[in-house]
């Protein structure tokens, strides 16, 4: 039978990546003993009062259709998270909701770019953006961010990327996997070459709550001289501990979302309405699960370092956020994929191979900090004696 080309644009870019992630839950499911540090499931199940405000909204009715925006409640509520936020007001016409970030990035990369056009975006890379481009038949231009520069993207690395066909610039900041907050001026630069090359900016913010005590994040949408230009993507998946809920949306320009709304209503027609009355409480306050949850993964990625950089030659990037750090296996000599193939079945600890997010990250793995203190202290010393096995030559 005959197939679309999507469906070959997309089909090596899809679970290949989460192999070792597959074979450690296998693993463990069949008796072993893996400390598990691949993906980023919050540590912390979704608060109470979240819970009980989506119960008690499904058992008052709230389970029929919503509009193709979302519902109006959750939009007032992130209009007003965003008008403090931002320090101008930001009204409900420049918000669409959808069932998490993911749907989110993928409505408005749709409404935005098509084959032909070229999207900058920085590698590494967080592991489903690869897909989302190449579903709108756009092509990804990696845009190197270089550990000296603290994995932060460049203006200068951007620049020499930008061509005719150049139409979008991807940011994700706090970043995932290398935990990098871009700076004021890092974003100021930015958006100077969005006006210089009309570009739009997309900002996928799905950890803006969750930076670290040492770091302070800064949003493109800040910046009213290219606001017009900005489509921030985000969700309170990370943040409220809530990725099953599927609860996320985009803030634009009005011109933006009425342009996009008849794609979001070609999807799925707006998020539900239970879902929506749990998320308009959620966002209307500072989440207190996210302050939690950054104090236990800072503490994390300092022992981490502090273990590993004392006992061992792996290295440790120190995160300024999020749930990950990155660790680089050069002194071992292996490739992070081999490193942790090797990891998982020498040392019983499961971490990602850095290649699955971006060509950059070969000689490094990701470690998610989201483990308990005491199974994640154990996965340290036990990559410590792995890291002394392999240096003895077993
Ligand atoms: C950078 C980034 N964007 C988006 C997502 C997906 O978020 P959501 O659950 O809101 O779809 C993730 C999840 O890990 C992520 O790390």
Not at 30 to 55: R, W
Not at 112 to 117: I, M, P, S, T
Not at 119 to 136: F, K, M, R, W
Not at 307 to 335: C, I, N, Y
Request: charged share 20%; net charge negative; with cysteine.
């Amino acid at each position: 039978m005959k197939y679309a080309s999507v469906t070959d644009r997309l089909a090596t870019l899809g679970g290949d990546k989460w192999e070792i992630y597959s074979l450690a839950r296998q693993m463990n499911a069949d008796g072993a003993d893996i400390v598990e540090l691949t993906i980023g499931e919050p540590d912390i199940p979704t608060p109470d009062f979240l819970l009980q405000a989506a119960t008690e909204s499904l058992s008052q009715g709230r389970t029929l259709y919503s509009s193709g925006r979302g519902e109006q409640n959750l939009l007032d509520a992130l209009a007003a998270r965003y008008s403090k936020r931002m320090q101008r007001p930001i009204n409900a016409k420049q918000i669409l909701c959808f069932p998490g970030t993911q749907t989110s990035l993928y409505a408005v990369m749709r409404g935005l770019v098509e084959a032909g056009d070229e999207v900058l975006l920085g590698d590494p890379l967080y592991a489903t953006y690869e897909g989302v481009i190449a579903s709108t038949g756009a092509t990804f231009i990696p845009v190197p961010l270089r550990p000296e520069n603290d994995f932060r993207m460049s203006a200068a690395d951007l620049e020499a990327r930008i061509t005719d066909k150049t139409r979008v610039i991807m940011l994700n900041t706090p970043h995932n996997p290398t935990g990098a907050v871009l700076t004021a001026e890092d974003v100021q630069a930015i958006g100077e070459l969005a006006i210089k090359h009309n570009l739009w900016i997309v900002s996928d913010e799905v950890y803006d709550e969750m930076v670290f005590s040492t770091s302070t994040f800064v949003s493109p949408l800040q910046f009213e001289q290219f606001a017009e230009r900005v489509v921030v993507v985000s969700s309170i998946s990370k943040s409220h501990a809530a990725p099953g809920f599927r609860s996320g949306w985009c803030v634009g320009p009005a011109e933006f979302c009425a342009k996009v709304l008849p794609l979001t209503e070609t999807m799925l027609f707006g998020n539900q309405p239970f879902i929506a009355d749990m998320t308009a409480l959620a966002v209307s306050a500072p989440s207190e699960a996210a302050a939690g949850m950054m104090i236990r993964f800072e503490r994390r990625a300092r022992l981490l370092e502090r273990r590993l950089h004392g006992e061992s030659e792996l290295k440790v990037q120190l995160p300024e956020a999020g749930m990950f750090a990155l660790v680089d296996v050069s002194a071992t000599g292996m490739s992070g994929y081999d490193y942790a193939i090797h990891l998982l079945h020498n040392g019983d600890v499961a971490v990602m191979p850095g290649s699955s997010f971006g060509n950059s990250l070969h000689n490094w793995v990701r470690i998610a900090l989201t483990t308990d203190d005491e199974p994640f202290a154990e996965a340290c010393t036990r990559m410590i004696s792995h890291a002394k096995q392999l240096n003895a030559g077993y």
